[in-house]
């Protein structure tokens, strides 16, 4: 990853369906501006890891999140938006987590976090991370070196740590 601590986040347009079903897009400095934010970087949505382990894990600690003040959880994938919100209700993550789509990829590139898993039909990913963010600053970032492990970057040991 080429994002490092300390570093800003870049500017990058995200997507997601607002409570009226239409395609909204945000730059995610926008969603970082002023708060305590918690960046969870997935593969994809309805993928084994991320459904059984990734997502489920935040949302169960969402008010140890809370305690130690974040304020916002963010869900970012490479899919589409519809997918994004599909996945967000098959997983109960309610207004817990905002369930965002980077369908080009732009994020995921830009913070050098893609992966290439088209041996498994699955095109170009995000590797898996979760990332503390303060304001649009970088404050702790843990990524997996394989997308299908979730230790690192696992609910229960990250939010452990800050």
């Given at each position: 990853?080429?994002?490092?601590?300390?570093n800003?986040?870049?500017?990058?347009?995200?997507?997601?369906?607002?409570?009226?079903?239409?395609?909204?897009?945000?730059d995610i400095?926008?969603?970082?501006?002023n708060?305590?934010?918690?960046i969870?970087?997935?593969?994809?949505?309805?993928?084994?890891?991320?459904?059984?382990?990734?997502?489920?894990?935040?949302?169960?600690?969402?008010?140890?999140?809370?305690?130690?003040?974040?304020?916002?959880?963010?869900?970012?994938?490479?899919?589409d938006p519809?997918?994004m919100?599909?996945?967000?209700?098959?997983?109960?993550?309610?207004?817990?987590?905002?369930?965002?789509?980077?369908?080009?990829?732009?994020?995921?590139?830009?913070?050098?976090?893609?992966?290439?898993?088209?041996?498994?039909?699955?095109?170009?990913?995000?590797?898996?991370?979760?990332?503390?963010v303060?304001?649009?600053?970088?404050?702790?970032?843990?990524?997996?070196?394989?997308?299908?492990?979730c230790?690192?970057?696992?609910a229960?040991?990250?939010?452990?740590?800050?």
């Open positions: 990853m080429k994002l490092k601590i300390g800003k986040i870049p500017s990058a347009e995200l997507f997601y369906l607002d409570q009226n079903n239409d395609a909204k897009k945000i400095l926008d969603l970082c501006k708060n305590k934010v918690l969870l970087g997935m593969p994809g949505a309805f993928t084994k890891t991320c459904s059984a382990l990734h997502l489920p894990g935040y949302i169960k600690n969402y008010d140890l999140a809370l305690k130690k003040g974040i304020t916002k959880i963010i869900c970012i994938a490479v899919n519809n997918v919100k599909a996945w967000g209700e098959s997983q109960n993550t309610g207004t817990k987590i905002l369930m965002v789509g980077d369908p080009f990829i732009k994020f995921t590139q830009a913070i050098g976090a893609e992966v290439d898993k088209s041996v498994k039909g699955l095109g170009i990913r995000s590797n898996r991370y979760t990332m503390l303060e304001n649009g600053i970088v404050k702790k970032i843990e990524e997996e070196k394989e997308t299908a492990m230790e690192l970057s696992a229960e040991n990250f939010l452990k740590a800050i």
